[in-house]
């Protein structure tokens, strides 16, 4: 039986929706025709119940896609988990599997989108123009404590060398930075461009600035943790663009308590699925660790931002629908990479 022949219609219930996620996949549905029934509300095993006949489930990256969700999505005649992200941690596939679920993702929407934030990051904490920006507008025109570094010539250490962190490794190059990575597979096409692949201990020991760019998974959960701190230079400085658990929370505080990290910059966060996509503005946070974290005068927090480009949210739109039709056509995805299940 083809996915086209079942009792529910070709709605795609999306989960976790802001206004952008509306303006762009309504933009392109036109040639598609789906039914978009669009919740604000997080995927999680209480919200789930709100899909009526959808045949299609749109996640993004802090929806709870795990078992005891998959089960109901499975009994409400679900047939695919369509994520409109790259990474793919909070879905448990082995139960979508069990459960005869498809999962798709958006492999790589925008690298560069990723990349040059990563790069922004960097120079607004090294050149500090957002306190800049601030101190002008009082006529505050004093240069003291602004005082940076060149970029030029220092050393960036990559971990996860796939298209982010391929994007990023350019980036770098054409600021002058010696470029070490490290992956679990090498790139030829990067070592012809000048990337030196190092072991990870080389990594934390080497780099002035160090940039996480790969998934999240058993083998890279806290990979920055006190032990490789304790590898790193002194006054390092730290990126993380891709998932919060690549980085022991509490042991980045303390290292910046030590001033052993000298810069930290995270748009992602362990805890995040609480705090960030929302106005919490008059709110009392409860998340101890993170308002620590935004007190230090050398850590820079956007709120999972770095993929947020008119370009990647064309392609999310985009990619996503052509899998989900790929799958409803043809039981399949010509891009293997964004085939989970
Ligand atoms: P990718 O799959 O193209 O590349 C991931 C790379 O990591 C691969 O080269 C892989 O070999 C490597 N890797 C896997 N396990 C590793 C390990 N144990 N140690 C070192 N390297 C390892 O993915 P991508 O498109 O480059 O995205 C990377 C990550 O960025 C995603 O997993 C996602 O978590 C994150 N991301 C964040 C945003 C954002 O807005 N902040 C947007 C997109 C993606």
Request: net charge negative; with cysteine.
């Amino acid at each position: 039986m083809s996915l086209k022949d079942t009792v529910n219609t070709y709605k795609i219930a999306f989960f976790s929706t802001q206004p952008y996620d509306k303006t762009f996949f309504n933009k392109y549905n036109d040639s598609f025709g789906f039914e978009l029934d669009f919740f604000e509300t997080q995927l999680n095993p209480q919200t789930a119940a709100l899909i009526e006949k959808a045949l299609i489930v749109c996640v993004f990256v802090n929806d709870i896609v795990n078992e005891a969700v998959l089960k109901q999505l499975a009994e409400k005649g679900v047939k695919i988990i369509a994520l409109r992200c790259a990474g793919f941690n909070n879905v448990d596939l082995d139960a979508a599997k069990k459960y005869n679920l498809k999962v798709c993702r958006v492999p790589a929407y925008s690298p560069q989108a990723v990349a040059e934030h990563a790069m922004a990051m960097i120079l607004t904490l090294n050149r500090k123009t957002h306190k800049a920006y601030n101190r002008v507008r009082e006529q505050n025109f004093s240069l003291n404590g602004l005082l940076g570094f060149d970029l030029f010539g220092k050393t960036i250490g990559i971990i996860g060398t796939g298209n982010i962190g391929k994007a990023f490794a350019k980036i770098a190059i054409g600021f002058g930075c010696k470029v070490l990575a490290y992956d679990i597979v090498t790139s030829a096409e990067m070592e012809k461009d000048g990337v030196r692949f190092v072991s990870l201990d080389e990594i934390f020991k080497s780099s002035d600035i160090i940039s996480l760019h790969c998934p999240l998974n058993d083998q890279t959960k806290h990979v920055v943790n006190k032990e490789s701190i304790v590898l790193m230079k002194d006054s390092v400085m730290i990126i993380n663009t891709s998932r919060g658990a690549l980085i022991e929370t509490a042991a980045v505080i303390e290292g910046l308590k030590e001033g052993k990290i000298g810069y930290l910059g995270i748009d992602v966060y362990e805890q995040e699925e609480k705090l960030f996509f929302r106005d919490l503005s008059a709110d009392i946070i409860q998340d101890d660790a993170i308002q620590r974290l935004m007190s230090f005068p050398n850590v820079l927090v956007t709120a999972h931002q770095a993929f947020f480009t008119n370009e990647a949210l064309t392609q999310i739109a985009l990619v996503t629908f052509n899998n989900i039709e790929s799958l409803l056509t043809e039981n399949d995805i010509e891009n293997k990479t964004a085939l989970l299940v």
